[in-house]
């Protein structure tokens, strides 16, 4: 079934003998440079006879242990770097737009709605997208992401419910059949395809959806969580980024109820 088309715009190195020196009394120990050079009196000689015992002892150290001082803060820095990245299996959040209401393109009706996809009995692909933004968006999708199912070109532009991305992007082959509602005459060559498609399947219908008016009226509050929600801020764009913070308070809001202007009065309320 086609979907939506997309029409957006779119220190220098320190001497042996100066780094091991551990005694207590370290500042009394000539360095190696002093030593050297005296010659006169067994005192200095003898004074400089600890440090080379400490050095060996130091050495032997290293041998049992087999691990270089210098070593473990490098692997702990590789550890931290680790950390900060993301995570190979941490989930994405997006947004797909589709029209719930028909419409006639070159002859096929290219309704599809959240209901359309709850009665489909395997994974349904998420075909027509014809922008290269939304279509990247596509391609950097992962199985197991998730998605907002948004109504689109409707009386009321809501988000009606969630998707799953179970089989990530393959070439959409639409865009080279004639006959589809989308065909594209400039994508001619079977072995590099310009287009892609996702895979998905239902997994929720929301009891009341969070409108595109409600939504606006949040982003006009001046609440933060969702100032910069593609959807608001590019909003021809079809298949859009939705971030972390923004997928768990756009659900907080949708479970717990949306703020919104009351006719007649300034502030907002739940409703």
Known sequence: MAKRKATDDEAPV???????????????VPSHEDVKPVKKGKAGVKKAAPVKDEETEGEKEVKKNNTPPAKPNSHVATKTEKADAPAAGDCQYWLLK???????????????????LAAKTKPEPWDGIRSYAARN?????????????????????????????????????TAQDPSAAYHDPKDTDPSNPRWSVVHVSFR?????????????????????????????????????????????FLNEVIMDGVAVEKEGEGGMLLA
């Not at 320190?14 to 500042?27: A, C, D, H, I, V």
């Not at 393109?105 to 359309?116: L, Q, R, T």
């Not at 006009?220 to 997928?247: D, F, H, M, P, Y």
């Open 14 to 28: 320190t001497r042996r003998s100066m780094r091991l020196k551990t005694t207590p009394k370290e500042e009394e």
């Open 98 to 116: 589709a029209e719930p209401e028909s419409r006639l393109e070159k002859g096929h009706d290219v309704k599809f709605s959240i209901d359309d």
């Open 137 to 173: 968006n596509l391609r950097a999708m992962k199985k197991g992401d998730l998605a907002f199912f948004y109504h689109s070109s409707c009386k009321v532009p809501a988000i009606v419910g969630t998707m799953e991305i179970v089989q990530e992007h393959s070439p959409d082959l």
């Open 204 to 248: 929720e219908k929301f009891a009341k959806p969070l409108t595109l008016h409600e939504m606006k009226e949040l982003q006009r509050s001046g609440c933060k969580e969702i100032q910069k929600l593609q959807l608001l801020t590019q909003s021809r764009l079809s298949v859009s980024k939705v971030s972390a913070k923004e997928w768990e």
